[in-house]
């Protein structure tokens, strides 16, 4: 295996706060809110219990407004309400597809836009949500690919996006929403635009506040974190989140892999294979998941499959066969049917798990691989990024 290379984060994350300046309490971490109420005054003695009772009116009932948070003195709301705010992104549109998926455009600090997706389903509704504005990544078969990385998101954008969802759902615990079992949202994807693992200590920060048992409180085998194969952070994924993990795998040899992830230059699938099979939670009941678009003619023969089926072998795994999305201007087809049924037996003959993963949204451009928004700025400098801010 190759040494690990240090990540460097390759776009800057804007500060914790709103344009008028104040720090959001949204994305904070427990920790982080203590000594924001302690920095304005709060007594040190009181500081812990005043952050629990923010953090069920936030994260368990869904207040976003002081003045709403009762068990909390007049004079103490009217301070929070000066020296603080708690905001989400806001919503641009809302588009909803004929099979029910729903997806919405928001918008975050700086004017740029991030797409966050829905996907109801018989037993549960995942919502797929975004951690960077745009990519790095140009997978060639992928939309958000063909956007700029424009910045990563903080960990208020990114825990905001299911705030936001659940406001949509109306599924607050005083609108009928009492536990994970009967959620209308149930699951949390890390699929959407960008690369989670190139904003690791952001998604981290988020998903532990979607993981606290005082707030929204999903279990940890409801959330996956898919990446295309940032290596030294995998294991750091397993230590620090110990949510399930999700691979876009997509080539079975470097040659191909190299041009549809391109990702696989810097760490090739040696290396990547050999960090699955060291992940600190992989066993039976916590399997990989290996994500495996169909593309005719590039990747979908039964050499692929049966090489596939090799390179995989000893890792506890399910095989996620994804048709191909198409988008405008792809330079792709989606396998056929008979194609894929053909790919998914070996799979399946092997002892594999090969679920087809049903095209979701594609009438409103939400199915995997089509996301876009219409931010297409440039990268920024510290400054520039301060400057939107107001921070």
């Known amino acids: 295996m190759t040494s690990a290379v240090p990540i460097t984060p390759d776009m800057l994350t804007i500060p914790r706060k709103e344009t008028g300046g104040l720090p959001n309490l949204v994305g904070m971490s ?22 629990g009772q923010i953090w069920q009116w936030i994260y368990h009932w869904g207040i976003r407004e002081f003045d709403l948070m009762t068990n909390l003195s007049k004079d103490f709301r009217a301070m929070l309400a000066e020296q603080f705010v708690v905001a989400v992104p806001e919503i641009v549109t809302r588009q909803e597809s004929a099979d029910g998926t729903r997806k919405w455009l928001v918008r ?51 825990i905001g996006q299911v705030l936001v969802a659940r406001d949509e759902l109306n599924e607050w615990p005083e609108q009928g929403a009492k ?67 999700a691979i876009s795998f997509h080539g079975t040899t470097d040659e191909i892999r190299d041009k549809l992830v391109p990702i696989n230059k810097r760490w090739p699938l040696a290396d990547l294979l050999e960090a699955l099979r060291a992940y600190p939670k992989v066993s039976n009941s916590e399997r990989i998941t290996f994500e495996y678009v169909m593309l005719d003619g ?50 399946h003959n092997a002892g594999y798990s090969s679920p087809v993963r049903r095209p979701r949204g594609e009438d409103i451009m939400a199915a995997c691989g089509q996301l876009k928004s219409e931010t297409k700025r440039d990268r920024k400098s510290r400054a520039q990024i301060a400057a939107e801010t107001g921070s």
């Open 108 to 158: 975050i600090a700086g004017g740029h836009e991030v797409e966050v997706v829905y996907i109801p389903e018989t037993n549960r509704g995942t919502l797929c949500i975004s951690s960077q504005v745009g990519c790095t990544l140009t997978c060639s078969f992928c939309h958000t690919g063909t956007q700029k990385l424009v910045r990563n998101l903080t960990s208020a954008e990114i």
């Open 298 to 347: 590039i990747n979908d023969t039964d050499a692929d499959a049966h090489r596939l089926m090799r390179l995989i072998e000893g890792i506890p795994a399910k095989i996620n066969l994804i048709p191909f999305n198409e988008w405008p201007g792809a330079p792709y087809k989606r396998s056929s049917n008979n194609r894929i049924r053909a790919f998914a037996d070996i799979v």
């Open 30 to 51: 427990r920790d982080g809110m203590r000594e924001a109420l302690i920095a304005v005054g709060t007594p040190e003695k009181q500081a812990k219990m005043r952050v």
């Open 179 to 245: 536990n994970v079992e009967g959620r209308l949202l149930s699951n949390i994807v890390l699929m959407g635009m960008g690369e989670p693992l190139y904003n690791f200590e952001n998604v981290r920060d988020a998903m532990k506040i979607a993981m606290d048992p005082d707030g929204i409180q999903l279990s940890r085998r409801r959330i996956t974190l898919s990446t295309s194969g940032v290596v030294p952070e995998i294991a750091r994924t397993a230590q620090e989140i110990g949510c399930q993990l």
